[in-house]
């Protein structure tokens, strides 16, 4: 019913009573150029339903109207109180108070406990994608161990390997910028 235009009996009759728009807000001590567009759709709410509804001819128009607009005033303020109205918003071009932690900073800065997870959550990945073998080989190397220590734990040669690390790498490499 709101989405349909207005007819013409309803257009005319709505710009003859429009002055009640800004009395409404002058009564209330609302500037225009914030309230008009939230107090306009409860107004032309009320010409429709005044000219509709036969019933509320008992009234005059300009009670149905301030009613309409004042319910319109109310649901905006009840809007803007909420939670997602009211965040605290931080710009990230600027300073966060007397210290001396810019945006840049703060965003820039290692979080140790985040590279931790960042790891494991690569070395899960990566352990869906290698064998058993290779993820040992990943863990020993990553441990501090060498080639030659590495390869003699697996009894197997320095260049299997380095091949089964390269494999590693690709999919690593896949995983990464995949």
Sequence with gaps: MCEMPLTLEQKIFAAQNHDLVYKFLQ????????????????YLRAVRRYLEEGKLHHYRFA????????????????????????????????????????SEKIIATSNDLMSQLETELLLHDLAKRVSQQQMDIVRMRSSGYNLQDIANHHNTSIKRIRRLLEEVRSVLMEICYG
């Excluded at 009564?27 to 306009?40: G, K, P, Q, T």
């Excluded at 909420?82 to 710009?91: L, P, V």
Aim: glycine residues 4%; aromatic residues 12%; contains cysteine.
């Design 27 to 42: 009564e209330r001590h609302l500037s225009v150029n914030d309230y008009y567009d939230i107090v306009i759709f409860g």
């Design 63 to 102: 009670t149905i109207a301030w009613n309409c607009m004042k319910i319109d005033l109310i649901n905006h303020s009840k809007a803007q109180s909420r939670q997602k109205y009211n965040t605290e918003t931080i710009s990230l071009q600027n300073e966060f108070g007397d210290e001396d932690f810019s």
